[in-house]
């Protein structure tokens, strides 16, 4: 089987259930900066000294491939994202956040390979965020996407920061 189909060869794609749309909507977008995300996230963990932090980001990687195939499906009646995967970010957030001290001023991306990684997923989750955001005002977006990334966000800042303890 060939890799290209020449399918999308005039401007359009075709979602998981199976609609073709143009590859500049906002749907495609939304997920295909989640790609990016996970794009950030498989460099971040290739650079991570703690071998947790690199559990807990495979295991997010993963999350982000149902994220997409949510925001790439259109008309379903379930979705791939539940709650579930939300209070799942949300117990790693607090996990990190149980073993670190408190955070006393802004910190600068950077600081070792791993962490600076982990920053632009997390500036790139936040863009993914705002694109299913403006999505949501057109379409119908899995309200639980949304919410996960949000916490996505958060959860790379506090795994930065888990990082940078690491080293120092």
């Known amino acids: ?17 199976g609609e073709r749309i143009d ?8 997920y295909g900066i989640v790609d990016e995300i ?12 703690k071998n947790d932090n690199k ?3 495979y295991s997010v990687q993963k999350m982000l491939m149902m994220i997409m195939a949510d925001l790439a ?7 791939y994202i539940t709650e579930t995967h939300v209070k799942q970010l949300e117990q790693y957030i607090d996990a990190l956040d149980a073993k670190l001290p408190p955070l006393k001023e802004f910190i600068i991306p950077g600081g070792s390979a791993g962490a600076a990684a982990l920053d632009l997923a997390r500036t790139t989750a936040r863009r993914g965020e705002r694109q299913a955001i403006k999505l949501s005002k057109q379409e119908d977006v899995n309200e639980q996407v949304l919410i996960a990334l949000n916490r996505l966000s958060d959860l790379c800042f506090m795994l ?3 990082e940078l303890a690491q080293n120092q």
Do not use: F, H, P, Q
Request: glycine letters at 8%; aromatic letters at 6%.
């Open 1 to 17: 089987m060939k890799v290209y189909t020449k399918t999308g060869d005039k401007g359009t794609t075709g979602l998981l259930t």
């Open 55 to 57: 559990d807990i980001i």
């Open 23 to 30: 590859k500049d909507s906002l749907r495609v977008e939304a």
């Open 73 to 79: 499906s259109v008309n379903k009646e379930s979705y």
């Open 38 to 49: 996970n794009s950030a996230l498989g460099l971040a963990r290739v650079w991570c000294c």
């Open 160 to 162: 930065s920061r888990a």
